[in-house]
């Protein structure tokens, strides 16, 4: 209840509550004691009865009219007021023994709550608000049960004592500290002033009897009504029998048999009201009630054949059983009143309760003082009541017990989590349409929903007859995919009916992962419906279940017993919406799915080390010297470095870490990681003053390297005493021959033996997600490279994305080609690895295609994740033979587009299709990749997961959307603008530069989107195509050309695939800028003029000068080197930076 904005205005009113509620024991107990308790029987003893219960019954209109016409927390302050006369009144009454004046005060008192009652539930729900209704009502009920039960021990002991007048004082007191809440009550909600009491109707009860008509002819509200109705009635049998039970009529006595009964029922109620709360946290869970009425009706029969003190535990079922049903009962009743009448409809719930009471007091009185029957076979009685409401409520409500019973299945293997519930109306027509990634998602959906749904699916692959009866109670509508038309038809006539209808517009389960074309053509369903709402929903967390239909390999390593499924609704769509604009908006609404379910998992070294228990003495990391490592030995050597790394960087939030891709550089990272050390890998591709730098932005004092990679680096003209010299510096090999085996031989035994959430608790620094686990600095192609802060979030969303689509098994293996400090390296071929548990084997330098090729054919890599311009290196190298790349099965590539002739060699020469996606190191890398093809089960239709010449639809949990870059208005499918993306592995942001990263992040509907400087459009089925960078056009007097256009035609031109190339713009004085083509290759500058001649370009898109360089300059990542570049073809033509 803390989330409520009015939780303080709450309190206050709960207080009010527990005065009231403290009130009625006392006057009860009081009464009781100076009746004699003896007299329970007499008829001093009916007239209480009476005096509870006929107020509400005989002053059902005034009630009602009172809450209407004035403000609620008006009536609620002056029925506390007036709660004074009836103390006083109470009090002098036992002063003087007179218990006529008791009655009074009695009657009095419950007159001024036939008032409050309703004006106080009505205000509950207006301070409160429908989404939590369920929290707020069992909050009060609890407060309620509780003050009773307290106020009856306490009572009990002071009647006994006889400290009669402390108790009138601290009822005093109670009032007091009431009205001061009272007036504290902030004014809201909605009344009507100008109402006129009815005075001759309500003589001749016209007036309430137009009123209960009029609510009951509301089918929720005449339901919930009785069924509270019955609670109460059941709550008094309780009372009334356990009475006779005691040694005296007194509520709470000595003897301890009978308060084993009455604390059982207590105890009992308030947890089911705490467990009917816990299960409507989304939602009114309107299937516990045919549970709860089943409980009762079945306990009240056994308990009368049960002893004592064992009934006690009966009792505390029961008290269980009726609280689970009573809480939503009364929350669906309070969800049903409408602001301007909830006082009449209230008020009338009052009287239906009290009569109920009333009836069965009379009842109960006849049948024992005429037909000599005990107190406790009136349990049977009860019980055949109970029982009928059982069979009504499974007649009324077949689909709620339905959903409750899968729920409670589900719930032993799944975890739930529902967002947007709010949006499904209670009633009326709804259309909901999303994604269908399993053979459950019509149970996954209805367990999420508040009220019933008719689904619209294909039955034919539920073979089972227990599935087809389930299916059969749920009133599906069957699909047929060549002939939709009827099930469209059947589906329009359930609207009409105010039904709810889910429909899966894919028309197939995806086996993919990703979301398909929405094929299913429902535009006759939503044509002339009135009041019908559209809305979209995802569900998150079956794909690589039993249920779905991934591949084998897949649903055996991402199987486990606590997979968490995230449920999201989104807000209503215009009806006219086409199928493309429903898809964009269930693909945006999987951001706030995704996001829920990665808020639910663990920070990478914790998630890892549970991966660990599950692989064991499997193999983790392969490298080319032979040192593998196996997932334990790789848990023995983290957590060894682990506490060295702690003791050399004690106050240290970064460690730097130069490393290149290897069995060393990824035990350093997760020792740092296991340590809660924020890990910069630096980039060595860069010049030491560049990686000093970002060593400088980073905050960075120690830096754990090799000495044999510090020589390589040396060798290659790296004069990297510049930068060492500056920091710390710890070389592995001394870290190494400083650990004792001891200490190796402790940590083994430690990953071997003890559970993984110990080894977490004693080894492990705690951090959240929220935290930063990777600084990776831009690539710099365009500018002085930027930090990067990536968050535990980014990384473990991006790489359960990412193996949503991949699919990797237990029997792949990736290659580890990439270095750490690449965001793909470091996201995808290494934790992506370690934390799902698939293999990789590391290759230190990307550009020895003979290394990369016998990892390949040595440890039979599977899955290849590289640049183009590795690919094509690797391809055209002669030593790598196409039996090498034999077990790869799936190649990926980013960071730069993919030339067609690089795309053509892997197809002739591996008989190999590269897939390639689009990221930035902002977005942890991975937003779109293509996939394979996939054959539907109709065997004739095929789902494009593969489109050449674009960079894939966006992952699962992410959305891509084309805006225009002054207005950020999104526009139209196959319109080129700037490229935004959206998800959870957008990053935290720039290090240490605000501006930049408010500059980067556009928040849009609570939402952050990364703006990429991309340009591109997307299609109809929302692949990505991008143009080019919004950086990289020149501007040839006034007309802006795309540099990436002018890379891209060249390179489809077949005379330029032995030439590497890209273009830039430098300046012009006589147009402003030129463009110049760089390039690297056998021909000669005039033979390129001659060969750009042959493109075909448009005049203004041919390059006006031509620079050639030995080798073509590319960053650390295999991307083009742009602003290197541009300054040689400057420095060649004689052009000044000026």
Known sequence: MKKVEGFFSFFGLAFTQVAVSTAIIAYTELVLSRMGYTATGSWQFYVLHLLFLLPCVLLLTPAGFMSDKHPKERVLLWTTVLSVLPLGLFGVGVYHSCLPMMFAGVGLFFVLQAFQSPAKNGYMKELIGVRFLASGSGTLMIVTFCAMF????????????????????????????????????????????????????????????RKMAKAWKNRALRQSIVGQAMFWVMIFLMVFVIQDQFSSGSLFTQDALANYAIFGTGIGLVAGFWFAMRMSRNFIEMGLIPMGTAGASILIFIIPLIPRPYNAIAFALLGFCGGIFALPMFATMLYNTKPRSAGHVLSLSNVVQNLSILVFDILAIVAIRYFAVDRMSLFFILGIVCLVGTVWALWAMPQTLLRQ????????????????????????????????????????????????????????????????????????????????????????????????????????????????????????????????????????????????????????????????????????????????????????????????????????????????????????????????????????AALSFAGMIEKLTKGEKQVGVLIPPSGPGIIVNMACLIRGKTVYNLNYTNTPETMDYCCGVAEVKTIITARVFVEKLKQKGLPMEKLLDKYKVYYMEDLKGQLHKSTLVKNFLRVMLLPAWYLELRFFKKVSLDDVATIIFSSGSEGRPKGVEL????????????????????????????????????????????????????????????????????????????????????????????????????????????????????????????????????????????????????????????????????????????????????????????????????????????????????????????????????????????????????????????????????????????????????????????????????????????????????????????????????????????????????????????
């Open 405 to 636: 019973l899968l729920r409670s299945v589900l719930s032993m293997h799944y975890r739930f989590l529902v967002t947007g519930v709010q949006n499904i109306p209670w009633e009326g027509p709804v259309l909901l349409v999303g994604n269908h990634i399993s053979y459950i998602d019509w149970a996954i959906i209805q367990m999420a929903s508040p009220r019933p749904m008719r689904f619209v699916i294909t039955r034919r692959p539920f073979e089972k007859w227990y599935v087809k009866l389930l299916l059969s109670q749920m009133e599906t509508i069957d699909l047929d995919i060549s002939n939709p038309a009827p099930a469209m038809e059947e589906a329009k006539k359930a609207l009409l009916r105010g039904e709810a209808v889910v429909m899966f517009p894919e028309n197939a389960m995806t086996s993919t992962g990703n979301m398909s074309r929405f094929r299913l053509d429902y535009s006759s369903v939503v044509k002339d419906v009135p009041r019908l709402k559209l809305l979209p929903f995802y569900v998150q967390g079956l794909w690589g279940s039993s249920y779905s239909m991934a591949d084998a390999g897949f649903k055996d390593m991402v199987h486990s017993g606590g997979r968490i499924i995230s449920v999201a609704f989104g807000n209503e769509l215009p009806l006219d919406s086409n199928p493309m604009m429903v898809k964009r908006a269930v693909q945006e609404l999987s951001i706030t799915a995704w996001t829920s379910y990665i808020r639910k998992l663990r920070p990478v070294a914790s998630a890892w080390i549970r991966t660990v228990k599950r692989v064991g003495s499997g193999p983790s990391v392969y490298s080319p010297d032979g040192n593998h490592l196996s997932a334990n030995a790789l848990a023995t």
């Open 791 to 1138: 968050t535990h979030l980014n990384l473990i969303g991006n790489i359960k994305q990412c193996e949503s689509v991949l699919l990797p098994t237990a029997e792949d293996v990736f290659l580890g080609s990439l270095p750490l400090f690449h965001a793909f390296g470091f996201s995808i071929t290494t934790m992506l690895c370690l934390v799902e548990g698939v293999p990789v084997a590391t290759c230190p330098d990307p550009t020895d295609a003979r290394l990369v090729s016998r990892m390949c054919a040595q440890f039979k890599v599977s899955i290849m994740v590289a640049t183009g311009t590795f690919l094509r290196m690797w391809g055209l190298n002669r030593a790598v033979h196409p039996l090498m790349f034999s077990h790869v099965r799936s190649i990926y590539a980013g960071a730069e587009k993919i030339r067609e002739d690089v795309r053509q060699l892997y197809r002739n020469k591996f008989k190999l299709e590269i897939f390639e996606g689009f990221g930035c190191t902002e977005t942890t890398p991975v937003a779109a990749v293509n996939t394979k093809d996939v054959l539907m089960d109709d065997y004739k239709t095929v789902i494009e997961g593969n489109k050449p010449g674009t960079v894939g639809a966006p992952l699962p949990g992410t959305q891509i959307r084309i805006v225009d870059p002054d207005t950020m208005e999104e526009l139209a499918v196959g319109e080129d603008g700037l490229i935004l993306i959206g998800g959870a592995q957008i990053m935290k942001g720039y290090l240490k530069d605000p501006e930049r990263t408010a500059q980067a992040i556009a928040v849009i509907n609570g939402k952050r989107w990364y703006k990429t400087g991309d340009k591109g459009h997307v299609d109809e089925d929302g692949y990505l195509t991008i143009v080019d960078r919004y950086s990289r056009f020149a501007k040839l007097g006034g007309e802006m050309v795309s540099l990436g256009s002018v890379d891209f035609k060249i390179s489809e031109c077949s005379l330029f695939d032995e030439i590497d190339h890209f273009a830039v713009a430098v300046p012009d004085g006589s147009k402003g800028e030129k463009i110049v083509l760089v390039y690297a290759g056998d021909k000669s500058e005039d033979e390129v003029k001659d060969m750009l001649k042959q493109v075909g370009l448009p005049p203004l898109m041919l390059p006006g000068a031509v620079v050639k360089v030995d080798e073509l300059p590319k960053l650390g990542s295999g991307k083009s080197d742009v602003q290197t570049g541009k300054r040689i073809a400057m420095e060649r033509l004689g052009i000044s930076a000026n």
């Open 150 to 209: 307290f106020a009856g021990v306490s009572l009990a002991f002071a009647v006994r004592e006889n400290l009669v007048e402390p108790v009138l004082y601290s009822l005093g007191a109670l009032q007091v500290l009431g009205l001061i809440f009272a007036i504290r009550l902030p004014s809201i909600g909605a009344y009507d002033e100008t109402l006129k009491f009815p005075w001759k109707q309500f003589l001749t009860f016209k007036y309430a009897r």
